[in-house]
């Protein structure tokens, strides 16, 4: 294996070896603290442009399957890693994961200390890093920022035939295990790319919306926030992570960046309205900001234990709950599977559509 490095904007450099694709990369480099998975984080859409570095010591282990990509074409930027399993154990197993990278296109790095690279991070809060053969001493300082959700996100608009009702799932970045939680709720899902207006969607006739997860800032997309609120106004709405945090910007709130995000299987949050805590999945760089919530329009439904950063609302007066982390998990425990019932039962209580926006 050749020798090659990962090097921070503020100037850190770690060395390994490189593996996967034979490229230099650029991104945002973060962490993710799950200790399985490791194949739905690099499929999941929502890492698109970053570099992920695995917590967890050894990658590889169990291979990699035909079933659990979130994803057709990985999105992300590079993988970073301690140690490199090239001998996998596992009945379901098809491939190494060194290979999948390869035949995805993604660069990684292994024989990294992604201990001290993880307490870098932390330090120094998200940094952009260049990974490749030589140590990249002169990053770019104006780096263009990338549209992500719109390289993500479907071209074309996608059916899937059931006998329970139909929701349009709006594709910011979705993740497959978000589709099949529908489709085993017994949904007919029509997935639309991110720019489909109301009034496609309304010719759609669908009994419920769900905004998914995806990458990058969200205020990107204000352009599209007076669409979002009409769709929401008008149809039962649920919004996962990104969806989440667009729901509550098209109704007034404002978002910020955390210092190194949210990123693992182990995320405590509490459900305020019955003090039990659910252990979560989360992806997220960006939350929705407390004091810009309108009382009057949202209830908290969901807090982060840890720093306290919301987790979920719920609108006063239209059918819509939001989560910032993630119900379908994969990988992650499955605490909150149940929002997804709640929601195809809230479709099913309201009966017939009934336009509230004319």
Known sequence: MEKGYLTLETGEVFEGVLIG???????????NTSMTGYQEIITDPSYAGQIITFCYPIIGNYGTNALDDESITPALAGVVIGDLCEEPSHYQSINKFSEKLKSAGV????EVDTRRLVKTIRSRGTVKGYLGKEKGNNLP??????????KVSTKKIQYFKNNGPHVVL???GYKKSILHALLEENCSVTIVPYTTTFE?????NPDGILLSNGPGDPMQLKAWFPEIKKITQAFPTLGICLGHQLIALSYGAKTTKLAY????GNHPVKELTTGKVKITAQNHSYVVLDDSIDQK???VTYRNINDQSIEGLQHKLYPIQTVQFHPEAHPGPSDTEYIFKDFVSQIASLGENIYAVK
């Open 261 to 264: 995000g949210h990123r693992g």
């Open 200 to 204: 496609k969607i309304k010719s759609l």
């Open 107 to 110: 660069p990684g790095i292994a």
């Open 170 to 172: 709006m594709d910011f």
């Open 21 to 31: 694709a034979e490229k230099d990369s650029l991104g945002e480099v973060v962490f």
């Open 297 to 299: 329009v949202f209830n």
């Open 141 to 150: 300082s104006d780096q263009k920022v990338t549209m992500w959700v719109d």
